[in-house]
């Protein structure tokens, strides 16, 4: 029988011999021998513990990181798998539901239509929330961002609005008429939009009174009943008041004709002098040429300053707005023109009118689809990334360091006022921020050579991301906007009248943009 030192041949620990001195004794031995080793293995233990804590709460938060972070590549793949899985249903169902609704026409005839539109409005509606979703979650210029959020929500509105039309088409008119009221309030937005770019109402109003004082005269009939604007403040408050004027009276348009089409009194379609709607469409037609005429004319005023020193790429935004509110627009006239000619007629139960309307409405959920993605790419939110910001401020320091101008601009108008009036003072985070992004007072200080040079705006960035809750509520109510209706209900010149009353011969800044910040 083998034996193992120390157990018996029952598995059990085996008797130590008496002569030979246990564990426990050899280690009172060395402990009563070596006092000072001892203590010093115990202090050692001490100051270890602590260390050893600090490095398993950082362990447990890498361990937390790598966690979210794995959590978050798995959510994006997820994400990409869910695109894949809709553009295949997509490929499969379009097809397939259409020819179930063709060999079935007696059921319904418009099946076809409103299924197949259905899957174009679903791929819309999953691309621009996703849009959406990622400038939410990345609110760093909460002042500029949240215009692009209004501007991105046309898309699916116009897709989920015309689709609904189209199953609904009894009730259209009430459907259509929500569209167009936002059409209004998107186009008012695109406006707040550029101001915020070029640095907000008083940098842009300053930056209009060195423009030649052509881009303020008016060309064909419009000049014998608009007057001239003078550049500065008159320039962009009739701007303003003429997109706003556009957003009231499309307004007053949509509760009009909520109340008179349930008594027969509205006649959609029908140029019947008897009957409120070819009143209501000349009108609506001259307020909303009107506004976009302001819009055009802001955008060719200022498209300079858009795209240099900082790229913004204003054509590519400009021709998203323009696009989906004209395109969409021109494309009715010419069905309802080929209707009146006799080319579209009635088709089964549908009339001619309705049949006009439904081709409308399908095209729209189509077009959306293209310009949703569209909106992806020019209303990206990776423009507004802190990264992004730093990339375009270290290119227009090489260039003007190249052209010899720096980055000398005119302070008043784009320069951080708190740095230049109290340069000594600490900073915080958030200024040291800006001046990262966009250059500060020292900068400035030491490159103004050059006093006409331009100089880019300073934009509000936050450090960290806005919540998505406070990101979402910042975006839903234009503050700005009513404010401006009721500052401007007067006039322009009751505006600038009280504007130089009060002493600065500046807009009144009390309504700044950042009032409905969160």
Not at 242 to 264: D, F, N, R, S, W
Not at 321 to 341: M, R, S
Not at 461 to 480: I, K, Y
Not at 497 to 509: A, L, V
């Amino acid at each position: 029988m083998n034996f193992v030192p120390g157990h018996n041949s029952n598995g059990g620990r085996h008797q130590e011999d008496h002569d030979s001195p246990s564990l426990g004794a050899l280690h009172g031995y060395i402990r009563s021998s070596f006092p000072n080793t001892a203590a010093t293995e115990e202090e050692e233990n001490d100051g270890k513990e602590p260390f050893l804590w600090n490095e398993r709460m950082s362990s447990g938060r890498s361990m937390t990181q790598q966690g979210l972070m794995v959590a978050s590549s798995l959510m994006k793949r997820l994400g990409h798998l869910l695109a894949v899985v809709v553009a295949c249903g997509v490929v499969v169902t379009v097809p397939v539901l259409t020819i179930q609704a063709l060999e079935n026409p007696k059921v319904r005839t418009d099946y076809a239509a409103f299924y197949s539109a259905g899957a174009f409005v679903l791929v819309t509606v999953l691309l621009s929330t996703r849009e959406i979703y990622r400038h939410l979650t990345h609110w760093y210029m909460p002042d500029v961002q949240k215009y692009c959020v209004r501007i991105i929500w046309m898309v699916p509105v116009y897709a989920i609005q015309s689709w609904l039309s189209l199953r609904f088409h009894n009730a259209r008119i009430y459907i259509d008429t929500f569209r167009d009221l936002y059409e209004a309030f998107v186009i008012q937005s695109f406006v707040y939009y550029l101001i915020e770019l070029l640095g907000g109402e008083e940098a842009l109003v300053g930056m209009l009174q060195s423009k030649d004082a052509h881009y303020g005269q008016h060309h064909g009939p419009l000049k014998y009943f608009v007057k001239e604007w003078e550049m500065g403040m008159e320039f962009l408050l009739q701007c303003k008041r003429g997109v706003l004027q556009y957003v009231v009276m499309k307004t007053m348009a949509t509760l009009l004709t909520a109340l008179l089409e349930p008594i027969g009194w509205y006649g959609e379609g029908h140029f019947n002098m008897h009957m409120a709607y070819p009143y209501v469409a000349f009108i609506m037609n001259l307020s909303v040429m009107y506004a976009l005429y302001c819009l055009v004319i802001l955008f060719h005023a200022t498209s300079e300053e858009l795209r240099h020193p900082v790229n913004w790429h204003p054509l590519g935004k400009f021709l998203c707005i323009k696009g989906v509110v004209f395109f969409t627009w021109w494309q009715g006239v010419v069905l309802f023109f080929l209707k009146a000619n006799g080319i579209i007629g009635d088709v089964g139960n549908w009339h001619a009118d309705e049949v006009a309307h439904g081709l409308q409405d399908y095209l729209v959920c189509v077009e959306m689809f293209f310009f949703a993605i569209a909106h992806m790419y020019t209303y990206t939110y990776e423009e507004y990334l802190p990264s992004a910001t730093m990339k375009r401020s270290e290119s227009h320091r090489y260039l003007s360091q190249e052209g010899g101008g720096g980055w000398a601009g005119n302070s008043f108008l784009f320069g951080s006022q708190q740095q230049q009036q109290q340069p000594q003072q600490p900073q915080s985070s958030h200024d040291r921020l800006d001046q990262s992004l966009f250059g500060g007072a020292d900068q400035h200080d030491e490159e103004d050579d050059d006093d006409d040079a331009y100089r880019p705006p300073v934009i509000r960035t936050l450090q960290a991301p806005m919540g998505f809750r406070d990101a979402f509520w910042s975006s839903t109510v234009p503050n700005e906007a009513l404010n401006d209706i009721r500052r401007l209900r007067n006039g322009v010149s009751d505006e600038i009248i009280n504007s130089q009353s009060s002493g600065s011969g500046m807009i009144h800044m009390g309504n700044m943009q950042h009032a409905e910040s969160i």
